[in-house]
């Protein structure tokens, strides 16, 4: 059975950094597509990036690029998102995602908060 567990959400300020990760089991990261998805209540889903595991490129959505680092260690079985100069709009259920090349969003975590306040 594939299990997709995120932590690490939480409250930060303005301008904070935060890192969430997300515990990957039943399922190999090679070969694999991991991402992060996040929604904010009543809206819909929005892709924030992505790793390609067989050659570690990274994707990011505009809003994201160059404040979050998608990464994976794949000792650990574990995806990480490294967030920095976070800001309001920010806030959201932030999810993890993992699938094969041709099904990245095969697999999905329950989710984990984070909100951006003062």
């Known amino acids: 059975e594939v299990q997709l567990v995120e932590s690490g959400g939480g409250l930060v300020q303005p301008g904070g950094s935060l890192r969430l990760s997300c515990a990957v089991s039943?399922?190999?990261?090679?070969?694999?597509?991991m991402s992060w998805v996040r929604q904010a209540p009543g809206k819909g889903l929005e892709w924030v990036c992505s790793?390609?595991?067989?050659?570690?490129?990274?994707y990011y959505a505009d809003s994201v690029k160059s404040r979050f680092t998608i990464s994976t260690d794949s000792a650990k079985n574990t995806l990480y998102l490294q967030m920095n100069s976070l800001n309001p709009e920010d806030t959201d259920i932030y999810y993890c995602a993992a699938g094969p090349d041709d099904q990245p969003f095969d697999y999905w975590g329950q989710g984990t908060q984070l909100t951006v306040s003062s």
């Open positions: 790793i390609y595991s067989h050659s570690s490129n990274t």
């Open positions: 039943g399922f190999t990261f090679s070969s694999s597509i």
